[in-house]
Every structure is written in structure tokens, then in C-alpha cells.
Nanobody, 122 residues
Framework: QVQLVESGGGLVQPGGSLRLSCTAS????????MAWYRQAPGKERELVARISNGGTTTYADSVKGRFTISRDNAKNTVYLQMNSLKPEDTAVYYC????????????????WGQGTQVTVSS
């Protein structure tokens, strides 16, 4: 079993910045892709950014140039640096990871964090 725990959400004014963190713990051998999703009330969950084990990144068009995803494999942690925040960035942000578990070779399992609220408002 693996657990993902996010932190760093909060209330900021438009133009402000936040840095989200997500740390995986538990029965981990290695982690493949890690990603951040977000979901606003009444909307579907959408991919914000994804980073591969090797560091290849992809971003939603709406956040390109403003958000940066990174990871620290030694800490089993993924980050999302959010700059120039806009009110439309307001959502619950969820960490996601594809994880290879110890003692379970040749397969992987997808996990979600509990979510952290990001509110951008003046």
C-alpha cells in the first residue's frame, strides 16, 4: 500500500505564487510518472502537469510559462511551482503517481493524493 500526501495549498491574491509538494510513502520500490491534476467545482478533473521518471514534462496550455513541475526521486516527492496565479487557477489540486511496489515485480499501480485547496482571490 502507498499513500500520497499533498501540502502547500492556500489562499493567494492574483499574481501571487504557491509551491505544492506531494510525498509518497509506503510499499514503494520505484515511481514512474508523477503528475498534478486539478478539479474546480462543477468541472471535470484535468491534467495540469506531468513529469516522467527521467524528467520529461508536459503542461496544460493554460499553465504553460507560469507553472513548473519537478521531482526529487530520492525523496519520492513531486513539486508544482505556481507563479502568476489567476482566479481561474482556483481548484483542488491532486497529486497522482504510478508506482512500482516492493515485492510485486513487473507491475505498477496508480495512486491519488487527498487533494489540497488552492484559492486565488483578491
Amino acid at each position: 500500500q502507498v499513500q500520497l500526501v499533498e501540502s502547500g495549498g492556500g489562499l493567494v491574491q492574483p499574481g501571487g505564487s504557491l509551491r505544492l509538494s506531494c510525498t509518497a510513502s509506503g510499499n514503494i520500490f520505484s515511481i514512474n510518472d508523477m503528475a498534478w491534476y486539478r478539479q474546480a467545482p462543477g468541472k471535470e478533473r484535468e491534467l495540469v502537469a506531468r513529469i516522467s521518471n527521467g524528467g520529461t514534462t508536459t503542461y496544460a496550455d493554460s499553465v504553460k510559462g507560469r507553472f513548473t513541475i519537478s521531482r526529487d526521486n530520492a525523496k519520492n516527492t513531486v513539486y508544482l511551482q505556481m507563479n502568476s496565479l489567476k482566479p481561474e487557477d482556483t481548484a483542488v489540486y491532486y497529486c497522482n503517481a504510478d508506482i512500482n511496489e516492493r515485492r510485486i515485480p513487473w507491475t505498477s499501480k496508480n495512486y491519488w493524493g487527498q487533494g489540497t485547496q488552492v484559492t486565488v482571490s483578491s
